[in-house]
């Protein structure tokens, strides 16, 4: 078990992480929601504990991050929020299951393991174009059967251009994929990750259409 934990709480959360690491798991901590998704984009985790009030950002945008990007990993919600409406929110943004504040560390550990059980085999659908093909789950990106190293934003960027396929994808579009809502107005930054993918998947990857944005080229 690789776990992360995304809590504000500090006591909490160490107490948390020492119930894990006498288990014999593996666990990181963040307390906010950005952290959680940067964390999120370059470690592969075996299921994610969630705490809904976060600073700043809800954990749902965690969520809905994760489920917007094919992501299956496991998310256990944890809130002290026991509302019935709350516990739907959780739910239907993808959650796996959910918990209520406080409760004992020995069923928090009983329901990551019955959570990671039912995660186990799932079948994520690959995104693919042409020969180049991008697993989800695994955040790995080939291209002719041979694994290409790309920077998080490279692969937000190839991401969001396969979700979108057969589409025109804005620059503005492009730069909140890649940054979030900090996303900066008028930078070239997303010239040059594009100008990266074409060097590292082929010139023809990426088509620019003048005043409107990116799309995916001719697919081979």
């Known amino acids: 078990m690789y776990l992360l934990l995304v809590e504000d709480d500090a006591m909490l959360g160490e107490a948390i992480c020492d119930g894990i690491r006498e288990q014999g798991w593996a666990v990181d901590r963040v307390n906010d929601a950005g952290s959680a998704r940067a964390a999120l984009i370059d470690h592969p985790y075996t299921a994610v504990l969630l705490d809904i009030g976060l600073p700043g950002d809800s954990g749902l945008t965690v969520l809905r991050f994760l489920r917007e990007r094919?992501?299956?990993?496991?998310?256990?919600?944890?809130?002290?929020?026991?509302?019935?409406?709350?516990?739907i929110r959780g739910l239907d943004a993808g959650a796996d299951d959910y918990l209520v504040k406080p409760f004992q560390l020995g069923e928090l550990l009983a329901r990551v393991r019955a959570v990671a059980r039912r995660s186990d085999?799932?079948?994520?659908?690959?995104?693919?174009?042409?020969?180049?093909?991008?697993?989800?789950?695994?955040?790995?990106?080939?291209?002719?059967?041979?694994?290409?190293?790309?920077s998080a934003y490279e692969y937000r960027m190839l991401l969001t251009l396969l979700q979108r396929a057969g589409h025109v994808v804005t620059r503005d579009e492009l730069e909140k994929a890649i940054y979030g809502d900090r996303a900066v107005v008028g930078s070239n930054t997303v010239s040059v990750f594009v100008h990266q993918l074409r060097r590292k998947l082929g010139d023809d990857l990426i088509a620019t259409v003048h005043g409107h944005g990116y799309t995916l080229g001719e697919a081979p």
Do not use: M
């Open 70 to 87: 094919y992501d299956a990993i496991p998310v256990l919600v944890l809130t002290a929020r026991g509302q019935l409406s709350d516990r």
């Open 121 to 150: 085999g799932l079948v994520v659908p690959t995104l693919r174009h042409g020969e180049v093909v991008l697993d989800p789950v695994r955040r790995r990106v080939t291209k002719d059967g041979e694994a290409v190293a790309l």
